[in-house]
């Protein structure tokens, strides 16, 4: 992953090395960040695709989308838009100098809007056919503990052990990309089996490494009340 990281950060680099002219600066903008935002907005919607791991294939993909775009606009606004970069004083950017409230405005309609409007397109025409939606949550530990409740939380470590508590709103749970941990504020005793018994006296919570969670459930309290009854 640091590998692959690594190579696409290198490639990025190389096209957007900080520009030291107002011409790079356009270059950067025309030729790059349209599909820079589709990129973004597809990979939020759709996830990521599996040709597209390596950093080259991705590169590659940013600066085709930016290409057809810029293609489409050359054949739409094309003169208008040279004529609003140039415009009528010296310099080769006269117009964007002179009125930049409106190129402002006309960069964020091309390199922002629309890009961004294309990706949600085409993840809507996936819905429409029935395909599978992408979830964005990376992980199902993510998923389990995202805007979660308080509970009682009983794991089984892979040396057998069970472990249990109350996850309330002084616990946390870490999210990915970090390693998966658990912290929960209150540790209660547990049977051999795993059922839930008293709070420990002068509990200040219990940590428990993802890495050595084999088996973790989410129980109410009406679940674990119904435990102690049986």
């Known amino acids: 992953m640091g590998k692959v990281a690594g190579e696409w950060w290198s490639s990025w680099e190389v096209v957007t090395a900080i520009p030291s002219t107002m011409q790079q600066v356009a270059i950067l903008v025309i030729l790059v960040l349209p599909g820079v935002f589709y990129q973004a907005v597809r990979d939020r919607l759709k996830g990521p695709v599996a040709a597209e791991r390596e950093p080259g294939n991705r590169l590659l993909r940013v600066m085709a989308v930016s290409a057809l775009l810029d293609v489409c606009y050359a054949l739409v606004a094309g003169p208008w838009l040279v004529e609003m970069a140039v415009g009528n004083g010296p310099g080769p950017l006269s117009g964007v100098v002179h009125h930049p409230r409106t190129a402002g405005l006309i960069a964020l309609l091309l390199v922002v809007a629309v890009p961004t409007g294309l990706a949600w397109a085409e ?15 990376p992980t199902a530990w993510d998923a389990l503990f995202r ?14 052990a069970w472990v249990g ?41 219990v940590y428990i490494s993802g890495a050595e969670v084999e088996v973790l459930e989410i129980l109410e309290r009406e679940q674990v009340h119904d435990e102690r009854e049986r």
């Open 123 to 137: 993840a809507a025409l996936v819905r429409r056919r029935g395909r599978p939606v992408y979830d964005p949550v």
């Open 147 to 160: 805007r979660r409740s308080s509970c009682f939380v009983r794991v089984r470590t892979k040396s057998g």
């Open 165 to 205: 508590g109350w996850y309330g709103r002084n616990s946390f749970a870490a999210a990915y990309p970090q390693t998966a941990d658990l912290f929960l504020e209150s540790q209660y005793r547990l049977t051999a089996d795993g059922t839930f018994l008293e709070k420990m006296p002068a509990t200040g919570g």
